[in-house]
């Protein structure tokens, strides 16, 4: 099961504690994941797809829970190759959807008539715990997260500019939270790739084992990245080592040519003998070499001598 399934599981096993964020969070469901249709007489029918089983349940039980109505569920087969069931919770006039499109704040009187809103109604936000239960259903409505295993992208897709810009404004409500949005093939798409704010928004919508799920996967990839960079200066400071040793043995050759190693004074003709016959060895190890034994500092010390000399010859 995907990351994305998983996390809509989880959040469909929440059931709120308030009426006030029961209505948020259904009007989201609607408002991201409905269709309306007419049903003759100007009614209107309800239509609320997804392919997620337990998102369905749950939705029919919030909707039959706070508005006593029935719900009729249709199943039909998604566009994708493979298993793919989509499942449809519908609601038609005899089951009140003009009163539960007015809660949701979709259905308006505008000059005595009714009208269709675009974008969401600011009444279902008035509070924190509400903007949270909204969040959770547009989540839930048409909503998607990568697996952090594979990179860090959370989005909510709708088919509004208005609803796109009304939600990245909610989400903004939220602290150092700071979502985007962008054109899609079928509408806008409001999305996220930070992962600390992807992770801040799995926790604000209630989803605290995939949270902490995402906080594991953060730190595994911290923690190789940060062996990989260790790795990585390792065998840069190896790279230089060598080069620099190399640059030595260069010197010294060409001091033996020019003049002889004999011309230099004992502590210099020691370091340069034991580099020609360690040419791979580190200056700690050269110095340990030396009798009596010298510091690092001082081997390469006596190396620069060795250069200075070499390029005045």
Excluded at 62 to 85: A, M
Excluded at 187 to 201: S, W
Excluded at 239 to 257: F, N, P, S, T, Y
Excluded at 275 to 295: I, K, N, S, W, Y
Aim: a positive charge; hydrophobic letters at 35%; one cysteine or more.
């Amino acid at each position: 099961m995907s990351f994305s399934s998983e996390t809509k599981n989880e959040l469909a096993r929440i059931t709120p504690e308030k009426k006030c964020c029961t209505i948020a969070e259904i009007a989201a469901f609607i408002r991201f994941a409905g269709h309306l249709g007419l049903a003759g007489s100007g009614k209107f029918r309800i239509s609320m797809t997804t392919p997620n089983n337990a998102v369905v349940r749950h939705y029919r039980s919030l909707i039959q829970s706070y508005f006593n109505v029935d719900t009729s569920i249709g199943i039909g087969r998604g566009e994708t190759f493979g298993p793919s069931n989509l499942y449809t919770i519908i609601i038609g006039p005899e089951n009140n959807s003009e009163m539960i499109l007015r809660e949701a704040g979709i259905l308006i009187v505008r000059e005595g008539m009714n009208t269709l809103s675009d974008g969401i109604y600011d009444g279902l936000l008035r509070t924190k715990c509400c903007r949270k239960a909204y969040l959770r259903g547009a989540f839930l409505g048409a909503g998607t997260i990568s697996s952090p295993d594979k990179g860090y992208h959370l989005e909510i897709t709708t088919s509004s500019e208005t609803t796109a810009r009304d939600l990245r404004r909610l989400i903004n409500t939220f602290d150092d939270i700071t979502p985007k949005i962008t054109p899609r093939k079928r509408g806008y798409g409001i999305y996220l790739k930070a992962r600390d704010q992807i992770a801040d928004t799995l926790a604000i919508m209630g989803a605290s084992q995939q949270y902490f799920e995402f906080q594991d996967v953060m730190m595994r990839k911290d923690l190789m990245n940060q062996a990989h960079r260790a790795e990585n200066l390792d065998n840069a400071n190896i790279d230089k080592a060598l080069r620099a040793a190399e640059e030595q043995v260069e010197w010294i050759r060409k001091i033996e040519a020019k003049r002889g190693l004999a011309s230099l004074s004992a502590k210099l003709r020691e370091v340069a003998e034991l580099r020609l016959e360690h040419p791979d060895a580190g200056l700690e190890e050269l110095g340990q070499l030396l009798d009596p034994p010298l510091t690092k500092s001082g081997v390469n010390g006596r190396l620069r001598r060795l250069g200075e000399i070499a390029k005045g010859l």
